[in-house]
């Protein structure tokens, strides 16, 4: 394969080529007999059911797209519904820089091909106590990676969203309640494993923009503010990234944030959480790594998660 470096490189340029022409007459076929009658502009979208779901009960979608944290469109819960909408998110290209062999700005549709959307089923744990069961669709953000290159002293990924104030109203004014852009991390392990995906999609149509449009992180035994959202940037870097919540306020939030019962934020406990949807009082234990221990502990084996939280 000839690459030339800063060149913008497709998925298909890196998935064998049969693959490549199988997935897309699978999704010529999909597409056309899939596409479910959108709302406000969201665009249907098919794609298999992941086995790495879990199979408990959906939140129901009304309080998926309508109880948020988008703090680039206001700190209230309604706030991302309300004023998200204003958010152009087409065309949208992802700059893959730092240290790896095919840097450039990539279209968001070159980022993967069709075929390889799946839905996953993940449970996203908020730091603030609460959860819900969300349907997303996207890929593994390992098939970036591996198109990018990392090299050999890449140790890291860092994100950024967007920073648009003339689009994202806390952007600007007196009162902007984070600093900007909105920025995430991960170790590069982390960011390889199956369970990190790149969502475009829940409940089967394109994600809506209060939920991180066009293409956002969910990282599922992590706790919710991990999932960056609308995504412009992604770094690999040899040191440990800043992460917004960590310079906002580091003894709180740790560059970490594995979701773990046994380590309390500083304020509240992290034992039981509030299932959103679920009815008056309904709540859960809270499960090591978010339920995941099988798949990810083996990742921070040796690491003291009191002091690496
Ligand atoms: N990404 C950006 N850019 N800005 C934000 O304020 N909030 C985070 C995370 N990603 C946030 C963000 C927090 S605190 C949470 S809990 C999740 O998004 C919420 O995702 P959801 O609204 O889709 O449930």
């Known amino acids: 394969m000839h690459i030339r470096s800063g060149t913008t490189l497709k998925h298909s340029d ?82 893959i820089d730092g240290l790896v062999e095919n840097p450039g700005t990539y279209a968001l549709e070159d980022l993967y091909a069709p075929g390889d959307l799946e839905e996953r089923i993940y449970r996203l744990r908020c730091v603030e106590g609460w959860s819900m069961v969300i349907p997303w669709i996207g890929f593994p953000l390992s098939q970036v990676l591996a198109m990018a290159e990392p090299q050999s002293s890449a140790r890291y990924v860092a994100f950024e969203t967007l920073v648009r104030p003339e689009e994202m109203p806390k952007q600007t004014g007196l009162f902007q309640p984070l600093d900007w852009p909105y920025v995430e991390g991960l170790r590069l392990d982390e960011a390889a494993n199956p369970l990190t995906i790149l969502a475009i999609g829940l409940y089967g149509e394109t994600l809506p923009n209060q939920n991180g449009a066009p293409l956002r992180l969910v990282v599922p035994w992590k706790y919710g ?85």
Request: proline share 6%; hydrophobic share 35%.
């Open 14 to 95: 890196v998935t064998p080529k049969r693959d490549w022409l199988r997935r897309r007459e699978f999704l010529g076929a999909a597409a056309a007999s899939a596409l479910l009658p959108g709302s406000a502009g969201a665009m249907g979208l098919m794609a298999a059911r992941s086995p790495l779901s879990t199979d408990a009960e959906l939140t129901p979608r009304e309080y998926v797209t309508g109880y948020n944290n988008f703090y680039e469109f206001g700190v209230g819960k309604e706030d991302p519904a309300a004023y998200a909408g204003r958010l152009t998110t087409k065309p949208w290209s992802v700059v």
């Open 225 to 309: 503010y991990k999932s960056i959202k609308s995504i412009v940037r992604i770094s690999l870097v040899a040191e440990q990234p800043p992460t917004t919540w960590n310079i906002q306020n580091a003894r709180e939030y740790g560059f970490y944030s594995n979701v773990n019962p046994e380590v309390d934020h500083p304020r509240w406990s992290q034992a039981v959480e509030r299932v959103i949807g679920g009815g008056l009082g309904a709540q859960r234990d809270t499960e090591m790594f978010n339920g995941y221990g099988d798949q990810v502990a083996s990742l921070y084996s040796g690491m003291d998660l009191r002091k690496f939280h």
